[in-house]
């Protein structure tokens, strides 16, 4: 038996108005979906506890099967592991975006505009990392490179402060969500100054794109220590994703992570590049387990776009979804397929919820009848409800 699981990161939503009163999920075309949530089952499952923030984060290692109240760290520090970012038990990592906020006003007036620099590619955000490298780089900070515009701080000796998530304050002045802590506070306002007239930024001002001009801290926290893979299931896992967050909780659970060309964190990533390089890894390399996570939806979820947002979903259904079960079908190998959202991200807010997410369990040897339509609404009204997310793993894997 394989086993496989189908993320669309932030893929659930709320009823819109410009809908209908549908979900993005409800409005997109997805016959793939519908078909294994009428041979399978669905339902609810609760990914983030209400005493924790609702990031991918903590809504992944749920859907992985790790307890997030007892393994969970930080954020930043899963993603360094990611980019071999060797870490101390002394030291405190942040997640370090490169965002967009608007020129004029003075620093804690200046509002928010794009948590992503529109998605500034890694080449672009590694020249800016090497100006900020070179003005703030010392024996108490280090600056690294990630994937876009997701890149990694590490303080020596450092605190967990309190910091705030970017794309939580979309459109809004940033001076109340500054950090308390001066160091910080000031590497942001300074990195304002040295980023915003840098030949890059100029050159992409001028093609009409967003300016990656100031530096955010949020998600510190320190080294991870995550329990592997395989001796917690008893299954060779494989990670499949274009976000650091999740090759980092790959590297952690020490899962094989496996690279796609052509695999972004956006719309256009390749979606039927993922779906062949997970079936490969279950077929050919020896995994009995495949995680293979898009981000798309919940980035278009953060822009705030319904249409991209119902895009994602149907792309991520007939390339990602479909081609999987063609090729496991045609292959003759048993095998088990959980699909699920980590956790919504809401055109209304354009950040995460803690609301329960809508999942399908798939068995290939046990498939039922019936006819059923894979949405926020109908795994509702199944009345099969999980409230601790994590646990979903063990049904998937019959533990």
Known sequence: ??????????????????LDGMTPLARAKTPCMDALA???????????????KPGSDVANLSVLGYDPQANYSGRAPLEALSVGVEMKETDVVMRCNIVTVT??????????????????????????MDAVREAFNSEQFQFYTGT???????????????LSQPHDHLGQKIGP?????????????????????????????????NKANCLWFWGAGTKPAVEPYREKFGVKGAMISAVDLLKGIAVGARMQVVEVPGATGGLETDYEGKARAGVKALLE??????????????????????????????????????????LMD???????????????????????????????????TAQQRKNARYSEKEAAATGIYEPQGFRLMERLLHK
């Open 1 to 18: 038996m394989k086993y496989i699981v189908i993320l669309g990161d932030g893929m659930a939503d709320e009823p819109l108005e410009a």
């Open 38 to 52: 009428s041979m399978g089952t669905m339902g609810l499952v609760k990914t983030v506890p209400d005493s924790m």
């Open 103 to 128: 020129e004029e006003e003075s620093f804690d007036q200046k509002i928010i505009l794009d948590h992503s620099s529109g998605e500034i590619s890694t080449q672009d955000a590694d020249v800016l």
């Open 148 to 162: 876009s515009y997701r890149e990694i701080t590490v303080w020596n000796h450092g605190e967990v402060v309190q």
């Open 177 to 209: 969500y500054l950090p308390a802590q001066p160091a910080l506070r000031n590497m942001m306002e300074k990195s304002f100054e040295i980023l915003n007239n840098h030949p890059l930024n100029l050159k992409r001002a001028a093609e009409g794109k």
């Open 285 to 326: 390399d020896g995994c009995d387990f495949v995680y293979i996570h898009v981000e798309a939806p919940d980035e278009m979820g953060h822009q705030g776009s319904i249409e991209k947002k119902i895009q994602a979903i149907e792309s991520i259904d007939s390339k990602v979804v479909q081609t999987v079960k063609d």
């Open 330 to 364: 045609a292959s003759g190998e048993d095998y088990r397929m959980l699909l699920t959202p980590d956790h919504p991200t809401p055109i209304r807010c354009r950040t995460h919820t803690s609301d329960p997410v809508p999942f399908i369990l798939y068995d290939s």
